[in-house]
Nanobody, 121 residues
Framework: QVQLVESGGGSVQAGGSLRLSCANS??????MGWFRQAPGKEREKVAS????????AYADSVKGRFTISQDNAKNSLYLQMNSLKPEDTAMYYC????????????????WGQGTQVTVSS
């Protein structure tokens, strides 16, 4: 059964750091990613990684501040978030996909429940 469980969200002041984790039930995915959605805004992809070769991609708004990584031995995905800004406040979701075609088009079919990140100024 596909299961993604996020953890690590919380409240932090601007300039602080948080590390999000996503536990994977052990299923093998082609790509995984982190998305976020703030109230009244569309969901956006923050970062993604291809499971096989580790190739990553980032939204311009987080480049240089966020780092996505994976630990295949632990079936885990991470998002290290540094220099957090109030505009980073959102619900963050872990997502995964098995189809290489869907990965290339940023279409993800497997989602976690989300973890809230709140950054105060």
């Amino acid at each position: 059964q596909v299961q993604l469980v996020e953890s690590g969200g919380g409240s932090v002041q601007a300039g602080g750091s948080l590390r999000l984790s996503c536990a994977n039930s052990g299923y093998t995915y082609t790509c995984m990613g982190w998305f976020r959605q703030a109230p009244g805004k569309e969901r956006e992809k923050v970062a993604s990684i291809y499971s096989r070769d580790g190739v990553t991609a980032y939204a311009d708004s987080v480049k240089g501040r966020f780092t996505i990584s994976q630990d295949n031995a632990k079936n885990s995905l991470y998002l290290q978030m540094n220099s957090l800004k109030p505009e980073d406040t959102a619900m963050y979701y872990c997502a995964a996909e098995t189809s290489i075609f869907n990965c290339r088009w940023n279409v993800y079919n497997y989602w976690g429940q989300g973890t809230q990140v709140t950054v105060s100024s």
